[in-house]
């Protein structure tokens, strides 16, 4: 079984706990997270800054910036 964590609010301290309960895949990584914050990192900076974590985009110019 595989964990994934994507569409979420949680903060940055919550992301890491799920990533340290198994959760090893990013689902649309920035789609319905809280944006980057410098004293909020968030969801986002978690999950990218894990080796455990394989990083999943939405490359279609809508869900992300086209370039």
């Not at 706990?17 to 895949?25: F, L």
């Amino acid at each position: 079984m595989i964990a994934a964590i994507g569409h979420t609010d949680a903060n940055y301290d919550k992301a890491l706990a799920g990533i340290d309960a198994g959760a090893s895949v990013a689902t649309h990584l920035f789609n319905a997270m809280p944006a980057i914050g410098h004293r909020a990192p968030g969801p986002i900076v978690a999950l990218l800054e894990d080796e455990r974590v394989t990083v999943e985009l939405v490359g279609d110019g809508v869900h992300l910036h086209p370039r």
